[in-house]
């Protein structure tokens, strides 16, 4: 078997509609809302082992950055119908945690130690116990996600304008994407529940949310959701075999910053999958950004050297993301591989014509870290 044969693909991601913490999926539990994703990806890739054939997929790993304990993703595997000899585990790395998931169910079909995984996120914040855990300790600095973001505006001059401008892109853009292919509807929810107009004046007035005098708002900002992802991970002679297309998984890592601006995870993530994969940044596609606030999003792109309110606009999650979407936390790195998914193999333009499209999805994380993972399309 030659290495090339062990590259993993992605070969099928869908998510549930993102609704608001409290409101549609409020009675569902992180598992509840994984469920139905899996089954949908063993539809959309013909697995459906019965007693005969025993289990076809090797493992399953969900992120869940809220868990009140115990082992959602074995709960969402075996509600998902799968076979009990089917293993699963939850991983948590915060706001990473889905991407997490996908980044460990590549390493595990490189080394050749598994050949079909599902892998995500899940949330409920609606379900999540009160509170959280530290994400780095207090005598090196843990603040709370919305003042960190504060600081991050004023370290690199993210003026409130920007922020509100790129929130008004973010909420547009959502609101006139067709996301069906990625949705399994749940409770009747087939379209995110978020996403509205937002007038530049109505943006404008919002006061400060985290500080007195600061920038950030709620309106430049993400919303707590509940949702889930995933995607089926398999080696690219199992991919070849079944003339699928799909996303080769080229480069991943994990780094760490400093916890007092976790946000700025992104920029050394993606310069480090690049310098991997052997390409510049001008070759990239789309990048999908988990975009818990403006002013995070924002400070990214400038130290990546991107625009992302005018040349870049296209390439910077064009189809809106979390802050007009909404947030559910340990799924949201599982959302951007979903994206990718859509507008790289599912997309009319994904075509032979067309070749392969490169994306890269990334996210910050709580406590100082950021992740990114460089897919191309094949097949």
Do not use: K
């Not at 595990?108 to 855990?133: D, H, I, K, Q, Y």
């Not at 937002?198 to 707590?224: D, E, Q």
């Not at 809106?320 to 193999?345: N, Q, Y």
Request: glycine fraction near 12%.
């Amino acid at each position: 078997m030659r290495v090339d044969d062990l590259t993993p693909v992605v070969v099928a991601a869908r998510r549930t509609a993102i609704a608001t913490a409290g409101h549609q999926f409020a009675g569902l539990t992180a598992a509840e809302l994984a469920a139905p994703v899996l089954q949908a990806l063993l539809a959309d890739v013909h697995l459906m082992p019965s007693a005969d054939t025993g289990p076809e997929v090797d493992d399953v790993i969900l992120g869940v950055a809220r868990s009140p304990g115990g082992n959602p993703a074995r709960v969402a595997a075996l509600l998902a119908g799968m076979d009990v000899a089917v293993p699963a585990v939850t991983v948590d790395r915060q706001c990473g945690s889905g991407l997490a998931g996908i980044m460990l169910a590549a390493d595990m079909v490189r080394a050749g130690s598994a050949t079909v995984v599902l892998a995500g996120g899940a949330e409920s914040a609606s379900t999540a116990p009160p509170g959280r855990a530290a994400f780095a300790p207090a005598s090196i600095g843990d603040p709370e996600m919305g003042p960190a973001a504060e600081d991050l505006a004023d370290a690199c001059s993210i003026s409130r304008e920007r922020q509100d401008a790129y929130a008004e892109r973010s909420h547009a853009r959502a609101l006139a994407a067709d996301l069906s292919t990625e949705i399994v509807p749940i409770d009747g929810l087939v379209r995110d529940a978020r996403p509205r107009r937002m007038r530049p004046a109505a943006l404008a007035r919002m006061p400060a949310a985290f500080r007195p005098g600061g920038t950030v708002t709620a309106g430049n900002s993400c919303g707590i959701s509940d949702g889930a992802a995933a995607v089926a991970v398999v080696p690219e002679w199992w991919r070849a075999e079944r003339g699928l297309a799909g996303l080769a998984l080229r480069a991943w890592c994990s780094v760490g910053v400093d916890p007092r601006l976790p946000g700025i995870g992104p920029v050394p993530a993606v310069g480090r999958v690049l310098e991997q994969a052997g390409m510049q940044l001008s070759a990239v596609d789309v990048l999908e950004i988990t975009e818990a606030f403006a002013a995070q999003v924002l400070a990214v792109t400038d130290r990546l050297g991107l625009d992302a309110l005018g040349v870049d606009a296209d390439r910077i999650c064009p189809l809106g993301g979390a802050i007009a979407i909404g947030h559910p936390w340990g799924a949201s790195g599982a959302i951007a591989m979903v994206r990718l998914f859509t507008l790289l193999v599912r997309a009319p333009h994904a075509d032979a014509d067309r070749g392969p499209g490169v994306g890269i999805a990334t996210c910050a994380v709580g406590g100082g870290m950021g992740l990114a993972a460089l897919v191309e399309r094949v097949g």
